[in-house]
């Protein structure tokens, strides 16, 4: 059970509350709240210095940046390199999501790694049955390929590759 408490917002933060809710992006005031405290415990934002542009969640500094920066720092990486670049990603989200007490290797915990992958702006994650999705990727197919096979511990078949969506076929998980 939670707690009842009121807090006292300024103008501009009741504004933009009420035209997300009138968006429909929330169905009301107590939905943006619990998605925003959630956020803030997820990504520790107790921790973070906006005064000096330092954002840390656990051992991961944020920095958002524009589409086209994250663009022309791929451009740099060749494609032959694709696939070490998603097992080096991989390798250090792997460590990561063990730091935070959820071991990928194990099949139940799947869904909940990729719904992190997806709140920390890898693109949108699901899992059904025997198929991973990336839809609104932010790497590289070759690259999501290999980072989700080395975090999952799995051998991954591509299904579909478009510019909005990769589809993967579990082939097997790596023992």
């Known amino acids: ?24 992006r929330f169905r009301h005031f107590r939905d943006f709240m619990t998605r925003c405290l959630e956020l803030a415990v997820i990504y520790t934002m107790d921790h973070w210095d906006v005064h000096k542009g ?16 994250l663009e022309a720092i791929l451009k740099h990486i060749p494609n032959e390199q694709h696939e070490q670049v ?27 790694v990729l719904r992190r992958m997806t709140y920390d702006g890898w ?29 999952l511990n799995l051998s991954l078949e591509p299904v579909e590759l478009t510019k909005e969506l990769y589809i993967f076929k579990i082939v097997k998980a790596v023992s």
């Open 1 to 24: 059970m939670g707690k009842i408490t009121s807090v006292e917002i300024s103008d501009e933060a009741s504004a933009y509350i009420k035209k997300a809710i009138k968006e429909e």
């Open 54 to 69: 330092i954002f840390f969640v656990d051992p991961c500094r944020i920095c958002l940046m524009p589409t086209e920066t």
């Open 86 to 112: 998603g097992r080096d990603i991989g390798n250090c989200a792997r460590a990561y999501f063990r730091r935070v007490g959820l071991d990928p290797k194990y099949s139940e915990n799947w869904g909940t």
């Open 123 to 151: 693109g949108r994650f699901s899992i059904n049955d025997n198929i991973i999705e990336n839809a609104h990727p932010v790497l590289p197919d070759a690259i999501v390929k290999e980072l989700l096979e080395s975090v």
